[in-house]
């Protein structure tokens, strides 16, 4: 099984692009969510989806969008990218039960310059 | 905000001594989950171990378990007979009412010879 894979790896921007976060897993997970990582602050939640259709804003949603049009698919979009945005970015899928593991995708790691 | 603490920003352990991290939280459920997830350099997010807020007995997996005190709200992690391998950031998170996970800003063990 693939698990969480997260495109691209690496990726620079400069400031006002937009780009697309893709994240797709395919164990049949009904949540999925984003996470950025940045030094001293743990993992913070940007986005959440319960199932296809429903999103929801997490703890940091600013300058970032998601749909879920598929179980399978949970791409994140910034709408125009800042430098505030350089961070490592995580994608996440588990079963809605709240006791379940969740998969974390290999991650994407963005400067925006 | 329901927080998740971790007081230690680094630790340091022998090999084959055993070290314990601390996290403390908030929460005003009565229902929850703890973790504690392991991130080595590659990046990856791997649980290392899973604790229910319902039960008392303390969860343990090989070499790690925690010491689980619900009344002060803290959750330890205990690694014992360390190798070089358990060098990595370690987060403790937690979920509520939902499959949201509230992280940590983490603990890097740097494991010594």
């Known amino acids: 099984n693939a698990g969480v894979t997260q495109t691209p790896k690496f990726q620079v921007l400069k400031t006002g692009q937009s780009m697309t976060l893709q994240c797709a897993q395919d164990?049949?997970?009904?949540?999925m969510s984003w996470y950025r990582q940045d030094p001293g602050m743990g993992l913070r939640l940007i986005h959440y989806?319960?199932?296809?259709?429903?999103?929801d804003q997490g703890e940091v949603p600013n300058g970032y969008n998601v749909s879920r049009s598929t179980t399978e698919d949970f791409p994140l979009r910034l709408l125009s990218a800042a430098p505030s945005q350089t961070s490592v970015y995580f994608c996440?899928?588990?079963?809605?039960?709240?006791?379940?593991?969740?998969?974390f995708g290999q991650g994407t790691r963005l400067t925006v310059v | 905000a329901q927080t998740v603490t971790q007081s230690q920003p680094e630790m340091s352990v022998q090999e084959a001594e055993t070290v314990t991290l601390s996290c403390t939280y908030d929460t005003s459920e009565s229902d929850y989950y703890l973790f504690w997830y392991k991130q080595p350099p590659s990046r990856q997010m791997i649980l290392v171990i899973r604790q229910e807020a319902y039960k008392q007995q303390n969860a343990t997996e090989n070499r790690f378990s925690v010491n689980f005190q619900k009344a002060a709200k803290s959750f330890s992690l205990k690694i014992s007979d360390s190798q070089l391998g358990d060098a990595a950031m370690y987060f403790c998170?937690?979920?509520?009412?939902?499959?949201?996970?509230?992280f940590g800003t983490g603990t890097r063990l740097q494991v010594t010879l």
């Open positions: 998170a937690r979920t509520g009412t939902a499959s949201k996970l509230t």
């Open positions: 996440a899928s588990s079963y809605r039960d709240r006791a379940t593991e969740a998969f």
């Open positions: 164990m049949n997970h009904e949540y």
């Open positions: 989806s319960v199932g296809a259709g429903i999103t």
